[in-house]
């Protein structure tokens, strides 16, 4: 029987295999579950982010249209419509608003 195979040595064989099939397998999904792992924790990041821009969005949402406008608008030469002439209308505008806010915030305020 020295030259002879056993009739479970190719069983053996395709046990091993798979042994090691299932080992590389299990490698495999590690590294693929840190890489979910590292995508979490960006878009955690992300969120946080999100959530801190809720409180001064308020305050660069109408810069980011003044720019988006102005490159809109037709340039024209010696006008008054340029930026500065935009930002002094906003300040016309904000003016009145600004006195309001100030006026209800003093009657919150004087209020027992």
Same mark, same amino acid.
């Given at each position: ?7 479970? !040595?190719?069983?053996?064989? =395709? ?6 099939? *299932?080992?590389? /397998?299990?490698?495999?999904? #590690? #590294? ?11 878009? %955690? !990041? ?7 821009? =809720? ?8 810069? #980011?249209?003044?720019?988006?406008? =102005? ?6 030469? /010696? *006008? ?7 930002? %002094? ?24």
């Amino acid at each position: 029987m020295a030259g002879r195979t056993s009739p479970l !040595d190719p069983w053996e064989a =395709r046990k091993r295999a798979l042994v090691l099939e *299932s080992e590389l /397998n299990r490698i495999l999904l #590690a #590294a693929e579950l840190q890489e979910l792992k590292a995508g979490a924790r960006r878009l %955690a !990041d992300v969120g946080h982010l999100v959530r801190q821009a =809720r409180h001064w969005l308020p305050l660069v949402a109408p810069v #980011a249209g003044f720019l988006t406008g =102005r490159g809109r608008r037709r340039k024209k030469r /010696n *006008s008054a419509t340029g930026w500065l002439g935009r930002a %002094a209308k906003g300040v016309k505008l904000a003016a009145p608003a600004a006195l309001a806010w100030r006026k209800t915030r003093k009657r919150r305020l004087s209020r027992p």
